[in-house]
């Protein structure tokens, strides 16, 4: 007789309970798999009698070994070799059969024998129960005395609430010699056999998981955005492909074809300055994709957002809600692709004044209220406010040059998508409309449609609003700077909870990077002190010198980042510009 963790998705399972992919992903620990049962002696009513004998039994067992209170057992039953008597006697229920698919059946082989899936429920809400969605998590404040804690990995990832203080410490070696070596894998960033072994088993420990890894870090956060004025919260979504890694468990395709691979995704929102430097993550969300899903985007148009993967957008700003109550001092706006131009989304925004507000590039070309045609339509009729001029940087075979965008702004009403009318209202809205005046000779013509909940009345406010959208690319280099600079694709641990896991360690690390390689571009002449201790600039300056013999002033934080820079065949020529 076993019991284990129960399966990742089951169509008949998930069709009684009735929940949510957000309610799964919250409430899957709380269903448990009884997933081996086996009586040698024939004796009548004896295998129904234990299982009730055990169902009384597992609440208190699984609470006291995992913490966690179970609520529904739900077990396999192979059909052409068992009827399931057994459990129908204990008084499970039946809810339906498997489609005869392994886990790893990625090519629909149905080479699995089909089996019969029963459900017991441990109290009599357990649908409800399951059913309930997760609240936005609660962003706490943590405020921190200046020169309080010295190592930047105990600053950021110090409290978090593993429980045991002997897995927090762990957490932030394994931070620190990450960092060290951001580019090695585990057992070369540890070094030793011990540190190794020590690594691997906190990763495959059950209180670890991105989630609480991440909390002290988006505390650190908000301690850092209460310092300025306007926070830019920029969500994103990546794919991270582990296809190369076939073995690993639970993952799902990350592209819209078959041949498109195989791995997880991940949505991160990250709060930036006004000058683009990166203050830390707000949100991270991870998962995979489920295979039997494949092919039937068609149907997306009839379910309701909260089961769309484009939910995740939804949530995020949540969380950047969250955020805003901590930093009342400060506007938070929560920016966007044109993958987050979803009505529901600026629905939301618009419910609490109070709250962050919204800026989005434009995908959708919408119907507006009041007769006034489609959005494109209705900015075309508006006068050219100025000219904007920007320089747009050399890209593979197409030289740089000066672009002179043309910019428009107005106000503007919106009309909810059709079969949406009933329950989303219309929506008043700011769009700014930035257009190239002369397609250049080679490459696309410039052309940005942003709409925002904040007023624009004047230019100098459209232009704002511009300035604003381009930190967005900061997340995209966040994201290079993880999968280049951190090889999190590389990452070889077996299933999806251990990368999750390790990944979360791995974002702070991508953040610490980006986060130096910024000031040292935007505060060049502070002290490199603010980021290196003394042993670790005066090794680097000696090292790089051949002079044992260090200064007694330490170097700025630009000379000791071009330092590094050298180390990893930078040249630093005239035409080379700064290192990234």
Same mark, same amino acid.
């Given at each position: 007789l076993a019991f284990s963790a129960a399966a990742w998705r089951v169509a008949p399972r998930?069709?009684?309970?009735?929940?949510?992919?957000?309610?799964?992903?919250?409430?899957?620990?709380?269903?448990? $798999?009884?997933?081996?049962?086996?009586?040698?002696?024939?004796?009548?009513?004896?295998?129904?009698?234990?299982?009730?004998l055990c169902a009384r039994r597992v609440q208190r067992d699984w609470v006291e070994?995992?913490?966690?209170?179970?609520?529904?057992?739900? #077990?396999?039953?192979?059909?052409?070799?068992?009827?399931?008597?057994?459990?129908k006697a204990a008084n499970w229920v039946q809810v339906?059969? #498997?489609?005869?698919?392994?886990?790893?059946?990625?090519?629909?082989?149905?080479?699995a024998p089909v089996k019969d899936v029963y459900v017991y429920p441990l109290q009599r809400d357990a649908r409800k129960v399951l059913g309930v969605k997760p609240q936005p998590r609660p962003i706490r404040c943590r405020l921190r005395e200046a020169g309080g804690v010295q190592d930047w990995a105990e600053e950021e990832l110090g409290e978090a609430g593993i429980g045991d203080r002997r897995l927090s410490k762990r957490l932030v070696t394994m931070a620190q010699a990450f960092y060290a070596r951001p580019q090695a894998n585990i057992p070369q960033a540890c070094q030793t056999?011990?540190?190794?072994?020590?690594?691997?088993?906190?990763?495959?420990?059950?209180? #670890?998981?991105?989630?609480?890894?991440?909390?002290?870090?988006?505390?650190?956060?908000?301690?850092?955005m209460r310092r300025e004025a306007v926070i830019l919260a920029v969500q994103d979504t990546t794919s991270l492909n582990y296809t190369a890694h076939p073995a690993t468990e639970n993952l799902g395709p990350i592209g819209y074809r078959k041949d498109r691979g195989i791995g997880l995704l991940l949505h991160n929102t990250m709060a930036f300055n006004r000058e683009g430097t990166p203050l830390g993550l707000l949100d991270v969300q991870c998962w995979a994709r489920d295979g039997a899903?494949?092919?039937?985007?068609?149907?997306?148009?009839?379910?309701?957002?909260?089961?769309?993967?484009?939910?995740?957008?939804?949530?995020?700003?949540?969380?950047?809600?969250?955020?805003?109550?901590? $930093?009342?001092?400060?506007?938070?706006?929560?920016?966007?692709?044109?993958?987050?131009?979803?009505?529901?989304?600026?629905?939301?925004?618009?419910?609490?004044?109070?709250?962050?507000?919204?800026?989005?590039?434009?995908?959708?070309?919408?119907?507006?209220?009041?007769?006034?045609?489609?959005?494109?339509?209705?900015?075309?009729?508006?006068?050219?406010?100025?000219?904007?001029?920007?320089?747009?940087?050399?890209q593979?075979?197409?030289?740089?040059?000066?672009?002179?965008?043309?910019?428009?702004?107005?106000?503007?009403?919106l009309k909810p998508p059709a079969g949406k009318g009933r329950r989303l209202r219309e929506l008043t809205l700011w769009a700014v409309w930035a257009r190239e005046a002369e397609a250049p000779p080679k490459g696309e013509r410039i052309e940005w449609m942003l709409l925002t909940t904040l007023p624009v009345t004047r230019f100098e406010e459209a232009i704002e609003k511009l300035a604003w959208y381009t930190i967005r690319w900061g997340i995209e280099v966040y994201h290079r700077t993880l999968k280049s600079g951190c090889k999190v694709e590389e990452r070889q641990l077996g299933h999806a909870d251990r990368i999750e896991t390790c990944l979360a360690i791995d974002m702070v690390v991508a953040w610490r990077i980006f986060h130096l390689a910024k000031l040292g571009r935007e505060t060049p002449d502070v002290p490199c002190t603010v980021f290196f201790e003394e042993a670790e600039w005066k090794a680097l300056v000696a090292y790089v010198t051949q002079n044992p013999s260090p200064p007694n002033k330490p170097p700025t934080l630009r000379e000791a980042m071009r330092m590094v820079a050298t180390l990893g065949g930078f040249l630093g020529r005239k035409g080379d510009g700064e290192p990234g």
């Amino acid at each position: 007789l076993a019991f284990s963790a129960a399966a990742w998705r089951v169509a008949p399972r998930d069709r009684w309970i009735g929940w949510s992919e957000e309610a799964r992903k919250a409430n899957l620990a709380k269903v448990v $798999c009884n997933s081996r049962f086996l009586l040698v002696p024939r004796v009548a009513h004896l295998a129904s009698h234990v299982l009730s004998l055990c169902a009384r039994r597992v609440q208190r067992d699984w609470v006291e070994r995992y913490g966690v209170r179970p609520v529904l057992l739900e #077990t396999y039953v192979e059909r052409d070799r068992f009827e399931g008597t057994c459990y129908k006697a204990a008084n499970w229920v039946q809810v339906g059969a #498997t489609q005869g698919r392994g886990r790893m059946d990625r090519d629909r082989a149905y080479s699995a024998p089909v089996k019969d899936v029963y459900v017991y429920p441990l109290q009599r809400d357990a649908r409800k129960v399951l059913g309930v969605k997760p609240q936005p998590r609660p962003i706490r404040c943590r405020l921190r005395e200046a020169g309080g804690v010295q190592d930047w990995a105990e600053e950021e990832l110090g409290e978090a609430g593993i429980g045991d203080r002997r897995l927090s410490k762990r957490l932030v070696t394994m931070a620190q010699a990450f960092y060290a070596r951001p580019q090695a894998n585990i057992p070369q960033a540890c070094q030793t056999r011990a540190e190794t072994k020590a690594a691997y088993r906190f990763l495959d420990h059950p209180d #670890t998981s991105m989630e609480t890894i991440l909390e002290p870090h988006y505390e650190a956060t908000v301690a850092r955005m209460r310092r300025e004025a306007v926070i830019l919260a920029v969500q994103d979504t990546t794919s991270l492909n582990y296809t190369a890694h076939p073995a690993t468990e639970n993952l799902g395709p990350i592209g819209y074809r078959k041949d498109r691979g195989i791995g997880l995704l991940l949505h991160n929102t990250m709060a930036f300055n006004r000058e683009g430097t990166p203050l830390g993550l707000l949100d991270v969300q991870c998962w995979a994709r489920d295979g039997a899903d494949f092919g039937k985007k068609k149907r997306r148009h009839s379910l309701p957002i909260e089961e769309k993967e484009s939910y995740k957008w939804l949530v995020s700003f949540r969380q950047v809600a969250e955020a805003q109550k901590q $930093c009342p001092q400060s506007m938070l706006v929560s920016v966007g692709d044109r993958e987050a131009d979803i009505y529901e989304l600026f629905e939301l925004a618009w419910s609490d004044p109070s709250g962050p507000k919204l800026l989005i590039r434009a995908e959708q070309d919408r119907l507006l209220a009041e007769g006034q045609g489609h959005l494109w339509e209705k900015m075309a009729q508006q006068e050219v406010a100025g000219i904007q001029e920007i320089h747009v940087p050399r890209q593979k075979n197409r030289p740089g040059r000066l672009a002179q965008l043309e910019i428009r702004f107005g106000k503007v009403s919106l009309k909810p998508p059709a079969g949406k009318g009933r329950r989303l209202r219309e929506l008043t809205l700011w769009a700014v409309w930035a257009r190239e005046a002369e397609a250049p000779p080679k490459g696309e013509r410039i052309e940005w449609m942003l709409l925002t909940t904040l007023p624009v009345t004047r230019f100098e406010e459209a232009i704002e609003k511009l300035a604003w959208y381009t930190i967005r690319w900061g997340i995209e280099v966040y994201h290079r700077t993880l999968k280049s600079g951190c090889k999190v694709e590389e990452r070889q641990l077996g299933h999806a909870d251990r990368i999750e896991t390790c990944l979360a360690i791995d974002m702070v690390v991508a953040w610490r990077i980006f986060h130096l390689a910024k000031l040292g571009r935007e505060t060049p002449d502070v002290p490199c002190t603010v980021f290196f201790e003394e042993a670790e600039w005066k090794a680097l300056v000696a090292y790089v010198t051949q002079n044992p013999s260090p200064p007694n002033k330490p170097p700025t934080l630009r000379e000791a980042m071009r330092m590094v820079a050298t180390l990893g065949g930078f040249l630093g020529r005239k035409g080379d510009g700064e290192p990234g």
